[in-house]
């Protein structure tokens, strides 16, 4: 999928060894039904390599474009987040998300999988705008509908309806 992010560790030493990767566009378009489209994310791999075991620690930051949840207009999100991974040599599946299986002929990983992961799960589920930058039009035709809709709660309801509302509560 990307193979420009894979990381051969066959010739590699025993011990802690870093690599940085810049992840854009492109990334996410290897990705369908992304729920991330573009962005631009700094990531960094510190992997650390034992005789039968290898630890990924990737950290991601950056901003990756999303609609604001109140006026809907795309922005820069924030990115900011951390995951641990550990690769383990075998043949044995076992149930934890955070650790990949690899054979023992495997001679290279390939993050690209867990990186976007990471930045998806590090996206705030209600993305906004800061204070004061939303569209000012939205807010007020927000503004104007909350208004009508406090006016509708104050009328005079039709019993039958009265009745059947009280089915809800």
């Known amino acids: 999928m990307h193979k420009n992010l894979d990381i051969p560790f066959v010739g590699l030493k025993q011990g802690v060894h870093n690599f940085n990767f810049e992840i854009g566009k492109t990334f996410f ?11 631009k994310i700094s990531v960094e791999l510190s992997l650390d390599k034992k005789d039968t075991l290898m630890t990924g620690t990737f950290k991601a ?13 795309l922005f820069d999100a ?56 939303c569209d000012q039009e939205v807010l007020s035709l927000l503004k104007g509908y909350q208004k009508e809709v406090n006016q509708n709660k104050n009328k005079e309801v039709d019993p039958r309806w009265e009745k059947l509302n009280k089915l809800n509560k």
């Open 61 to 73: 930051k950056g901003t990756v474009v999303s609609n604001c949840v109140t006026c809907n207009e």
């Open 78 to 133: 924030p990115i900011n987040g951390e995951m641990k991974i550990y690769y383990k040599f075998g043949y044995e599946n076992e149930d934890d998300e955070n650790l990949i299986i690899l054979p023992p002929e495997a001679y290279k990983i390939e993050p690209a999988q867990q990186i976007y992961e990471l930045i998806t799960v590090s996206l705030s589920a209600n993305p906004r705008h800061k204070e004061g930058e």
């Open 29 to 39: 378009d290897a990705f369908p039904f992304s729920i991330v489209e573009k962005g």
